[in-house]
């Protein structure tokens, strides 16, 4: 089993960046494709961004591209998730999650491992 802490969450102004990070312990990460997903009140969790074991291949929702970015660093058992030029539409929980398959998917029920998820709030 793995078990995810995320870290980082807060309060930050529209336009400003976040930096989220989710360590692993219990295995080493390097066996799992790692995802990022947000949930807001009363909406179903949605599928921010995954990186393959390695970090070669990665994916991320339209409404993301070019504003955050996943990255990880298997020697330290993280994954992290900067935020750039936040919205108020980011708000939400954001979880982070493991997946021991090779495939990096973008659908929530493939992961096996959740964290308890980190609050991020973008003001206007």
């Known amino acids: 089993q793995v078990q995810l802490v995320e870290s980082g969450g807060g309060l930050v102004q529209a336009g400003g960046s976040l930096k989220i990070s989710c360590t692993a312990s219990g295995r080493t990460l390097s066996s799992y494709v790692m995802g990022w997903f947000r949930q807001a009140p009363g909406k179903e969790r949605e599928f921010v961004a995954a990186?393959?074991?390695?970090?070669?291949?990665?994916r991320y929702v339209d409404s993301v591209k070019g504003r955050f970015t996943i990255s990880r660093d298997n020697a330290k058992n993280t994954v992290y998730l900067v935020m750039n030029s936040l919205k108020p539409e980011d708000t939400a929980g954001y979880y982070c999650?493991?997946?021991?398959?090779?495939?990096?998917?973008?659908?929530?029920?493939?992961?096996?491992?959740w964290g308890q998820g980190t609050q991020v709030t973008v003001s206007s």
């Open positions: 999650a493991a997946d021991f398959s090779s495939v990096v998917s973008t659908i929530p029920t493939r992961y096996e491992y």
């Open positions: 990186i393959s074991r390695s970090g070669d291949y990665i």
